[in-house]
């Protein structure tokens, strides 16, 4: 089993900055991004597969507030969030999974492995 690790959550007032890491015990092809505000569902950031460059947003990087970044040679996953907003409160997620098309699919409940979160608080 692969395990994930999410860190670089924290207390930020708003327009601050976060770098988010997720750092997997072994190599994943696909690795992706998810956030749970409190009370609200589950809802997919983006992901990125191995080997390449940028990530892959469900959405859209919100004008270029959020990048998705990968280091193959670490196992590791970014989430760079810029000009956080409260709205950016929530717990985030990292998963991963080696079957190819997830990267490309907002469906979290299809990712086979999840780290336990790490918490992001965006608040004056």
């Known amino acids: 089993q692969v395990r994930l690790v999410e860190s670089g959550g924290g207390a930020v007032q708003p327009g601050g900055s976060l770098r988010l890491s997720c750092v997997a015990s072994g190599y994943t092809y696909c690795m992706a991004w998810f956030r749970e505000p409190a009370g609200k569902e589950r809802e997919g950031i983006g992901a990125?597969?191995?080997?390449?460059?940028?990530?892959?947003f469900y959405g859209d990087s919100e004008n270029g507030r959020l990048t998705i970044s990968r280091d193959d040679a670490k196992y590791t996953l970014y989430l760079q969030i810029d000009n956080l907003k409260p709205e950016d409160s929530a717990m985030y997620y990292c998963?991963?999974?080696?079957?190819?098309?997830?990267?490309?699919?907002?469906?979290?409940?299809?990712?086979?492995?999840w780290g336990q979160g790490t918490q992001v608080t965006v608040s004056s």
């Open positions: 998963a991963a999974d080696n079957q190819f098309g997830h990267c490309g699919e907002d469906r979290w409940f299809d990712y086979k492995y």
């Open positions: 990125q597969y191995a080997g390449t460059v940028g990530g892959v």
